[in-house]
């Protein structure tokens, strides 16, 4: 089976596992585990922010920067297609009592503009406007990603009417690749990011939640309430650690095989159209008449697996056990 479902379906290498085997080991919740100090301290070095918490998912990172930055009744800027919406079960609402104000349009990208037209004004009748967050890449948008320029923008705007600005850096590797930027770039933009190792990067679990200090002493209170406090987790941060050295470069690959699928995909027949791809995600719109479960169907009787993604909507994603015959196979796959 070719497994395009995700790029969280990776299993680590033997290279991968010996790392997590001879990790050295301490009680993280007393923050005496080396290799998650390591692991922490290596991201917010490279973001040039303070510190780091390692956590064991990407919705408790999000969900725990949320918690923070917003009380009960606050209102955060997002875009309608953000992760953080749409698939954290609810999170804000639930875990912080929040609202949302959500920003139109099918990329998931939102403007310097459209934050500041959405901020709320002073007046007891509406939530206070509280933090605005940003996904990049865009998971619903097929990867797409900001410019620098543009979240410079928006940092400007929030900086004016003093929010915060949050980043859901779930694949943020997988755009640092695309546009060759300075991750260092990105502490000078935002205040808090969430970053994946087990998506494009190739780890079994893992995020690390980075910002300021203060910040960072907040979050490992609040991800002990959420239950998130682990012991010798440095058995899994080593495979964070293992990633980092290894699997950023190797993403470029990842995004030149979702080109060439995107390519075919593009040309078959149930197809009317897709959004572009800039990374390592395929979305596909269907015809009017074709049904997306339909397509998925006929695909895993072809081997190849991948989800549908809404209504009329499917997705594939490239990642680390996709390589360039694997892709080519895609390809043949879908002439029809
Ligand atoms: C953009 C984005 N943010 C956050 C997450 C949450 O990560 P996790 O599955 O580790 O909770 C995902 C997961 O797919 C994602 O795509």
Redesign the pocket.
Known sequence: MIDLRSD?VTKPNEEMKQAMFSAELGDDVFEEDPTVVELENRLANMFGMDAGLFCP???MT?QIALNIHLDPGDEVICSRES?IYNYEGGGIAKNSGASVRLIEGETGLITSQDVANNINPDDVHYPISKLVAL?NTC?RGGGICYSMGEMKSIAEVCMKNNLPLHL?G??IFNAIVKNNENPLEYGEVFNSISI?L??GLGAPLG?VLIGDQQFIKKSRRVRKVFGGGMRQVGVVAAAGNYALENNIERLKNDHLHAKMIAQALRKCSWINSILPVETNIVVGYLNEDRDNNEFVELLAKKNIKIIPFGKGRIRMVTHLEINKQTAEKVVEELNF
């Open positions: 969280t998912s990407g919705t999000n992760h996904e998971n859901d779930a694949r994946c087990s998506k995020s």
